[in-house]
């Protein structure tokens, strides 16, 4: 496996100690059946309250024409240190029905509200996990 950029360069094992955002980019997601589900492309935190509230992931297309991006809770996802991946709990059927957007149509973003956007919860719902917001 290349290096991702999940090894610190202070020596520290992943995940164990502070690492910079931009190590997440361009991380694989696997799912537990180590099917490959996509890459994550971006970090969107919620600067109000100093924390990470989704990664974008991009799946499918060739060369970058026609992928599908997905705002994934950030804790849906969980840091695979060995392997150096993330890993969703979700198969790649539940994945064709994940509401997903493309790289022109991204979702409003700046709502003044977590949760008040429609597909906040959409997101939340879906993957199953409790609303940032509310942790």
Excluded at 105 to 113: G, K, M, N, S
Aim: aromatic content about 10%.
């Amino acid at each position: 496996m290349e290096p991702s950029g999940l090894s610190n360069t202070s020596g520290d094992r992943p995940g164990e100690r502070l690492m910079r955002a931009t190590f997440l980019e361009g991380n694989a997601v696997y799912n537990r059946s180590n099917e490959h589900l996509g890459e994550i492309t971006e970090v969107i935190l919620d600067m109000p309250h100093g924390r990470i509230a989704y990664a974008v992931m991009s799946s499918g297309g060739v060369l970058g024409a026609g992928e599908k991006m997905f705002a994934l809770p950030w804790g849906a996802l969980t840091l695979d240190t060995e392997r150096e991946c993330f890993i969703l709990d979700a198969d790649k059927a539940r994945m064709d029905q994940a509401p997903g957007f493309d790289e022109e149509h991204w979702p409003e973003l700046a709502d003044d509200v977590p949760g008040t956007g429609g597909w906040e919860r959409d997101v939340h719902s879906y993957y199953r996990t409790r609303p940032y917001w509310e942790v």
